[in-house]
C-alpha cells in the first residue's frame, strides 16, 4: 500500500483534514508527517485503552480547535444514534478441531501401530492373546458422517472387517476366516469412543478368535463395554483355494448377464432412510 502516493493525490485534490478510523490510531504518524507540511490536520478516532464515546468527543474537539467547521448539533445528539450491531450477535466458534497428538506410545509399553483408527498395540504377557487400541471420532474422521442410516452415523460393517484384517497382518495371520456383526458402532456427533480389538492364543488348528468391542471416551469404568463383532483368524496353509468359485468372474460383465441401470440408486437408498455420501458411492456398474 503506497500510503503516500494516496496523500499527495488527496492533499493536490483539496483535502486537508484526515480522521483515521481504526481501534487504534496506526497510520496517524506518517499522516501527520506529510500534511503538516501543507497544513494539513490529523487525528484519530478512538485509541488503546481509551475506546469510548469520551474518546470521539476528544478528537472531535481537536478538530474543532484547529478550525475545521464541525456540525455539532448532529455529532452531539444522542437522539440520532443507532444501536450498533443491528442483529444479534452470532457467538459461534469457527476454531479448527486439531487431532489429538498420540505421545510417544513405546515409552508406556505400548507398540505403535500405523493403522488410523487403532493407535496402539500390545502382546499379552500371560499368553499369546493381543491387545489393539485406539479411537474414533467424527471430528477426527468426519467422513464417516456419510454413512447414516435414519439419521444416525453407523460404522460400516466393513470397517469392522478392516480392523479385524489389520489385526490379522499385525500377529501375522493372513486371513479373516469369519467375522459376525453382533451389534451395530453407532458413532455420536459430539463425542468420541475408544475401541479394543482383543485377539486370543491359537486353537490345536492354528484359528485365533477375534473380538471388536467399544466404550464412550468419557464413560466410568462401570461402564460395560459393547461387543460389536466376533470372528476367526488364521493362515493360509491348510486352507481349500476357493479360485474355482471365482473363474466366472474373470471376465466382466458375466455372460449372459443383463445390465440394470444406477439411476437413482443411491437416491432410492436415501428415500429409505439410508443415506450413502460421496465417499461411500462406490458402485459404478450392476
Do not use: C
Not at 478368535?209 to 463383532?229: C, G, K, N, T, Y
Amino acid at each position: 500500500v503506497r500510503l503516500d502516493r494516496a496523500l499527495e493525490r488527496l492533499l493536490d485534490d483539496g483535502h486537508g483534514v484526515f480522521v483515521e478510523i481504526s481501534a487504534h490510531p496506526v497510520l496517524s504518524m506518517p499522516l501527520t508527517d506529510g500534511s503538516a507540511q501543507r497544513g494539513g490536520i490529523v487525528v484519530g478516532s478512538l485509541s488503546r485503552r481509551a475506546g469510548g464515546l469520551e474518546q470521539i468527543l476528544r478528537n472531535l474537539g481537536l478538530l474543532h480547535v484547529q478550525g475545521h467547521d464541525l456540525n455539532t448539533d448532529h455529532a452531539l445528539n444522542e437522539g440520532d444514534l443507532l444501536p450498533l450491531p443491528t442483529y444479534a450477535f452470532q457467538r459461534d466458534p469457527y476454531w479448527m478441531d486439531t487431532p489429538k497428538s498420540s505421545g510417544d506410545l513405546r515409552s508406556v509399553g505400548l507398540e505403535v501401530s500405523d493403522h488410523a483408527w487403532l493407535g496402539a498395540a500390545l502382546g499379552l504377557a500371560d499368553g499369546e492373546g493381543h491387545l489393539f487400541t485406539g479411537r474414533l471420532s467424527l471430528a477426527e474422521q468426519p467422513w464417516l458422517a456419510e454413512h447414516a442410516a435414519f439419521g444416525t452415523v453407523l460404522v460400516p460393517g466393513t470397517g469392522l472387517l478392516e480392523l479385524a484384517l489389520t489385526a490379522a497382518h499385525h500377529i501375522g495371520a493372513d486371513r479373516v476366516e469369519e467375522l459376525t456383526l453382533l451389534e451395530p458402532l453407532v458413532l455420536p456427533e459430539d463425542k468420541a469412543l475408544r475401541l479394543q480389538v482383543v485377539v486370543g492364543a491359537p486353537d490345536a488348528q492354528g484359528r485365533r478368535p477375534i473380538a471388536l468391542f467399544s466404550r464412550p471416551e468419557d464413560a466410568s469404568d462401570e461402564v460395560a463395554w459393547s461387543q460389536h463383532a466376533t470372528g476367526g483368524l488364521t493362515e493360509a496353509e491348510g486352507i481349500e483355494a476357493e479360485g474355482e468359485e471365482l473363474t466366472e468372474l474373470a471376465q466382466w460383465p458375466v455372460a449372459g448377464a443383463e445390465q440394470v441401470s444406477l439411476d437413482g440408486f443411491y437416491d432410492d437408498f436415501a428415500a429409505r432412510g439410508l443415506v450413502y455420501g460421496p465417499a461411500f458411492q462406490g458402485l459404478t456398474e450392476l
